[in-house]
């Protein structure tokens, strides 16, 4: 089984506290009335640090949903 969704979820939890946690998985920009630039930032070094990886900050437009970040890390995870 794939541990990013959980793993990932938790990293939204930390940013988003007042999130419930089955919103998450439906999390954009848009629907998230505090995810605004700094959240983002937040939210890249969260993933980060979580998942020993390192976003490009130059990318950070493409992080705009929950989606984003598990389509990103599960091609990230995938063994080469």
């Excluded at 700094?38 to 437009?61: G, P, W």
């Excluded at 990103?72 to 080469?80: D, E, G, K, N, R």
């Amino acid at each position: 089984m794939n541990d990013v969704t959980p793993r990932l979820i938790r990293c939204f939890q930390a940013v988003f506290p007042d999130m419930p946690e089955a919103q998450i998985p439906a999390a954009t920009q848009q629907s998230v009335p505090t995810w605004d630039s700094v959240a983002t930032v937040t939210l890249v070094n969260v993933v980060d640090e979580e998942f020993n990886v390192e976003l490009d900050l130059e990318q950070l437009d493409q992080f705009d949903s929950f989606e984003s970040f598990e389509r990103h890390l599960s091609v990230a995870q995938t063994p080469q």
